[in-house]
């Protein structure tokens, strides 16, 4: 979670184990990183520089949206449209969209408006999110190590979980409705995929990512009782074993590549 997946950071604590000298390493991919959009993203590379800096403190708020008017006011989505997918082209982040309806075709429903922007790295997120003294200390990395530091660690679990989605060739969909006239309607889904073989009914599987060991799924059973119909397996991610119980399947983390 906390090295990530970059072939130099793994190799540098692989041979070092020393989670000063991993950072160091992540930091220059960074820099990289930078280098690189001011190089090829020519012609918007302030507003791809604009999303890839606020990517962490987006991604701390409670429901994790990417909100564009922080980074301008009045802001629309045509106006950051190259900017989001030249960093999902780019491999550097991992969009994902809300989806208005949980049917086959998930992006005929996509709502481009609201939206996640994940780093595609978890590792290189620690890096860029801890940054007060321009490395990550061996201590923090410690803290977060054995779960000793105050910090949104469901921000960084659902970060883990798009990306593994994403590797495994998965389009990344959430759903969300924020109703304030019925609060039957009032939900949000973390994920949404497709099932491969695509059948009359039954195609999407909601996913809801825990990383606690006591949590509600008020949402996962609103959506389930609304979409019924249209719903394949629903799965929960999370720090426990493997169980099904009343529909749901609960899995551990870890098997999240599997789906």
């Not at 007060?132 to 970060?159: A, H, R």
């Not at 969300?176 to 973390?190: F, H, K, Q, V």
Request: charged share 25%; proline share 2%; hydrophobic share 40%.
């Amino acid at each position: 979670m906390i090295v990530g997946g970059m072939p130099q950071t793994v190799n540098a604590y692989v041979f070092a184990h020393d989670f000063e000298k991993v950072d160091r390493v992540k930091r220059d991919i960074l820099e990289l990183y930078r280098a690189d959009i001011v190089k090829h993203a020519k012609g918007y590379e302030m507003k791809v520089a604009q999303i890839f800096d606020d990517i962490p403190s987006q991604l701390q708020k409670h429901d994790r949206k990417f909100r564009l008017a922080a980074l301008k006011k009045e802001a629309r989505f045509r106006e950051y449209e190259d900017a989001l997918f030249w960093l999902s082209d780019a491999m550097i982040a991992n969009i994902c969209y809300n989806s208005t309806a949980p049917s086959i075709g998930l992006k005929h429903n996509m709502e481009r408006i609201t939206l996640k922007c994940y780093m595609a790295d978890t590792g290189l997120l620690i890096s860029y999110a801890f940054d007060e003294n321009s490395i990550v200390s061996e201590e923090i990395y410690k803290k977060l190590l054995f779960d000793k530091l105050e910090v949104n660690q469901g921000m960084i679990i659902e970060y883990i979980v798009a990306q593994m989605l994403a590797a495994s060739g998965h389009k990344l969909y959430f759903y969300a409705n924020a109703s304030r006239s019925d609060a039957s309607l009032r939900m949000e889904i973390d994920f949404l995929i497709g099932k491969r073989k695509i059948t009359s009914r039954h195609n999407i599987s909601p996913i809801e990512v825990k990383s606690d060991k006591n949590y509600t799924l008020s949402s996962l059973k609103k959506f389930k009782e609304k979409f019924g119909e249209q719903l394949y397996i629903a799965y929960v991610l999370h720090a426990g074993d493997y169980k099904e119980e009343n529909d749901i399947v609960y899995l551990p983390l870890y098997m999240t590549p599997l789906l």
